[in-house]
């Protein structure tokens, strides 16, 4: 299986910037389409994007399409999100999974808080 760490998250002002990372440990991460989600608080995980293992695919929710842009590099094991105009109503826990085959994995989370 697949270990995932995320990092980058932290308080930050309306309109700011922050990118967030996802490093993977464990079997071979190029072979995975890896994906972003959130769950702010009393509401269910939701997807933000996603990168297929190639990177040739890219899906963004509608809700941070034009400001946020999902990358990969498979020689670090690492996905990023970048994270611009960020807004209060970005206030989540913001995790990264892990798809290949169906079977998922997920990290831990990292915090984002946009204050207004």
């Known amino acids: 299986q697949v270990q995932l760490v995320e990092s980058g998250g932290g308080l930050v002002q309306a309109g700011g910037s922050l990118r967030l990372s996802c490093a993977a440990s464990?079997?071979?991460?190029?072979?995975?389409?890896m994906g972003w989600f959130r769950q702010a608080p009393g509401k269910e995980r939701e997807f933000v994007a996603a990168i297929t293992w190639s990177g040739g695919i890219i899906y963004y929710a509608d809700s941070v399409k034009g400001r946020f842009t999902i990358s990969r590099d498979n020689a670090k094991n690492t996905v990023y999100l970048q994270m611009n105009s960020l807004r209060p109503e970005d206030t989540a826990i913001y995790y990264c999974k892990a798809d290949q085959g169906g079977v998922g994995y997920w990290g831990q989370g990292t915090q984002v808080t946009v204050s207004s």
């Open positions: 464990g079997r071979t991460f190029s072979g995975y389409d």
